[in-house]
């Protein structure tokens, strides 16, 4: 049984940082591409990155691009998503997914970038 668990939201000032963390279980985490995605509020889901099995190849949303960095270390079966620079539109729920749509993913955790 697939596993998600997030961790590390809260509220951060615009400009601020954040490291969200996900562990996973129940499937083969070193064979697996993550995701993360995000649910701003009356929004639907939102792609923001992408890891390969290894890390080696990485992808991020337009909208995040040079302020995210996804990581991931396959001995912990967990995967990270650093960020900086926040926005007030980077405030909302976010997901560590097994698939790119965030059909399998975890509980979530509230990111909420306000001064």
């Known amino acids: 049984q697939v596993q998600l668990v997030e961790s590390g939201g809260g509220l951060v000032q615009p400009g601020g940082s954040l490291r969200l963390s996900c562990a996973a279980s129940g499937f083969i985490f070193r064979n697996s591409w993550m995701y993360w995605v995000r649910q701003a509020p009356g929004m639907g889901l939102e792609w923001v990155s992408s890891?390969?099995?290894?890390?080696?190849?990485?992808d991020y949303a337009n909208s995040v691009k040079g302020r995210f960095t996804i990581s991931r270390d396959n001995a912990k079966n967990m995967v990270f998503l650093q960020m900086n620079s926040l926005l007030p539109e980077d405030t909302a729920v976010y997901y560590c997914a097994k698939d790119e749509s965030g059909s399998i993913r975890g509980q979530g955790t509230q990111v909420t970038v306000s001064s």
């Open positions: 890891t390969s099995p290894r890390g080696f190849t990485t």
